[in-house]
């Protein structure tokens, strides 16, 4: 299923998982509307998601300043970050066990 929140930022739910697609560029001017988007993923979408079990949320970022940042402020390491939308579904559990392809 996929979720816009706000023109940015679409967000693809894969059962308990939200991959967030981000702009290429990230600056003081779109930090608030980021911020909140990402928080609707997880008090919204997540919250309903994580009653039922146990949600996750993926980042794909395609931007190496983006990442940087990223990796400077340590969101890499609560986050799952993957270069594409394609990549960060890939890296899904399927229901048997394995990865989705």
Request: glycine share 6%.
């Amino acid at each position: 299923m996929l979720v816009v929140f706000g023109e940015d930022f679409p967000v693809r739910w894969s059962d308990q998982t939200a991959v967030v697609r981000l702009p290429a560029e990230i600056d003081l001017t779109i930090a608030d509307a980021l911020r909140e988007a990402l928080l609707a993923v997880l008090n919204q979408g997540a919250a309903r998601r994580a009653a039922a079990g146990s949600a996750t949320m993926r980042i794909a970022v395609t931007a190496p300043p983006v990442l940087r940042v990223f990796n400077l402020v340590g969101i890499d390491r609560l986050i799952d970050i993957h270069p594409s939308v394609a990549a960060a579904l890939a890296s899904l559990p399927d229901q048997t066990g394995g990865l989705v392809r």
